[in-house]
């Protein structure tokens, strides 16, 4: 069987022209079918309607991408290819990528159902950057010469795992796509990439560009194909060496799981959040809101850092819940290729159901849905943004990661209310804090237990910051100069000077 072709025209006031490229696994630098003959199909989630069919891959295709994959490692790849060179590759494909960075924006859009515009101001000016500047590091990764004594040289080298399997989620399809091949390809390691099936068309249109930019043949791999046969592959191969997954933290519990259970391979694990936005009674409120916003119903609330939580302290509760509620009823719900549109819909009907057994669990737990909390529309996956007030701790939709635009405002008093509240969840991605008071902003980033925090912003990252998470929210950490010790091995070299026994 041949492999699968998607061809779209798009007609639109963002983004005209048509697109056509394949679909099939990339395994060699080559595009083909999988070893079942069998197809997945990519649907709108503005219409629920299939736009495409991707080749389906399974452990057998990914035996075989792990096995070109070594080959690469060891004849193309690794230490056959000097630092600058991989450098230089890096930078050609952030050039290609920018170069067709509106037609990835219009993709993006199309099968994840994210706002043209967010998708190329956002989504498109990370990956790019993200891939430069993992290109300026390629030939700055080294070890140390470390004093013993004179008859010792010792020295360190950070060597390439070698094979890393990396899993991509659906958020942010092109964006994670970059974050995990930058600081991979840089360090000198061969990748099996798989992308989530709900949204795959961003990462093949990569592989035609990854062919372009002079890549040798196998140096990434991409499986297009489900998380319980293909994802489960990666994650329990005996032939990977590494795997980086980001995704729900119920997924990142089975991930490592299949490592433990294989070859112990090193995991890094980016997953869930419930993230505290803290809002205090010296905020700047008109500031506040907009950032809260932000933080809550951009990419329509599917974001592992949104802020959910926002708690709001209780001189300044009526006035903030005031305006937030304008705010959120400002959004404009639309066609993701118009200009002036916000949210789109969920990415899958899998999705909207999810977020839908939330709201309607809040409701049947007592907490008062302020705004929203319905179905936006009748076609595709649309949901109103929701506002839920008084809450209780105890209630899923206080606890859990709900992944949509649904926000739980709560009342708190002081600091140590609010310090007890934000840090009493098992996850720890993110945080925020809103006041004019830039020392009690420092000292409560200081005691949240989040990997990231921000101070009077939201969803605010850069290429060479960290970002990662405590507790349940995962291991390591993307982006940055950190993002680099997720790839490599650290050798300790000793050689003899001169001691005799």
């Given at each position: 069987m041949s492999t699968t072709t998607f061809s779209y025209e798009f007609d639109n006031e963002c983004f005209k022209g048509k697109v056509s490229f394949p679909t099939g696994i990339f395994i060699d630098g080559k595009f083909s079918a999988g070893s079942d003959n069998t197809t997945i199909p990519v649907l709108n989630p503005s219409s629920g309607k299939v736009i495409a069919s991707v080749a389906e891959g399974t452990a057998k295709d990914v035996d075989r991408a792990v096995q070109v994959a070594r080959r690469a490692f060891e004849t193309l790849w690794g230490f056959k290819v000097s630092a600058p060179e991989r450098g230089k590759l890096l930078n050609k494909l952030a050039d290609l990528v920018e170069k067709h960075s509106d037609e990835l924006a219009a993709l993006e859009a199309l099968d994840?159902?994210?706002?043209?515009?967010?998708?190329?101001?956002?989504?498109?000016?990370?990956?790019?950057?993200?891939?430069?500047?993992?290109?300026?590091?390629?030939?700055?990764?080294?070890?140390?010469v470390l004093e013993t004594n004179e008859d010792k040289l010792s020295y360190t080298r950070h060597e390439p795992f070698g094979v890393v399997g990396q899993i991509i989620p659906w958020n942010f399809p092109l964006l994670m796509m970059a974050w995990k091949l930058g600081p991979a390809l840089a360090t000198g390691n061969c990748i099996v990439l798989k992308p989530s099936e709900f949204t795959p068309l961003t990462a093949l249109r990569m592989c035609s560009l990854i062919n372009e930019a002079g890549f040798p043949p196998g140096v990434v791999n991409v499986i297009t194909g489900y998380g319980n046969t293909a994802g489960q592959a990666i994650s329990g191969h005996m032939g990977i060496d590494k795997v980086a997954f980001t995704g729900s933290t119920l997924v990142g519990r089975k991930i490592m799981e299949a490592s433990a259970k294989s070859n112990l391979k090193n995991v890094t694990l980016e997953l869930g959040g419930k993230s505290p936005n803290i809002v205090f009674n010296d905020a700047d409120l008109e500031q506040a809101v907009n950032w809260a916003s932000h933080g809550i119903y951009w990419n329509h609330g599917q974001c592992c850092c949104a802020g959910s939580r926002i708690f709001v302290q209780s001189g300044a509760y009526d006035e903030f819940l005031r305006l937030f509620t304008a705010k959120s009823q400002s959004i404009k719900l639309g066609d993701p290729f118009v200009s002036d549109s916000y949210q789109g819909p969920q990415v899958s009907e899998v999705q909207f159901n999810r977020i839908m057994d939330y709201i309607n669990s809040g409701k049947e737990q007592g907490a008062t849905v302020h705004l929203g909390g319905e179905q936006h529309g009748k076609d595709g996956y649309w949901i109103q943004p929701t506002i839920f007030t008084d809450t209780r701790p105890d209630m899923r939709i206080v606890k859990e990661e709900i992944f949509g635009p649904?926000?739980?405002l709560i009342k708190f008093e002081d600091e140590e209310d609010v310090i007890r509240q934000a840090n009493d969840t098992m996850y720890g991605l993110a945080a925020a804090v809103f006041t004019k008071d830039v020392t009690r902003g420092i000292q409560l980033a200081h005691r949240l237990h989040a990997g990231t925090l921000w101070v009077n912003c939201y969803n605010v990252l850069f290429p060479n910051v960290p970002f990662g998470g405590y507790k349940q929210s995962g291991i390591g950490r993307e982006l940055g100069e950190y993002a680099l010790n997720n790839y490599t091995n650290v050798k300790a070299v000793h050689v003899n000077l001169g001691q005799v026994l």
């Open positions: 994840n159902g994210k706002t043209f515009g967010w998708a190329k101001a956002a989504d498109l000016d990370m990956s790019i950057s993200t891939i430069r500047y993992y290109a300026g590091w390629a030939d700055k990764i080294h070890g140390q649904v926000a739980v």
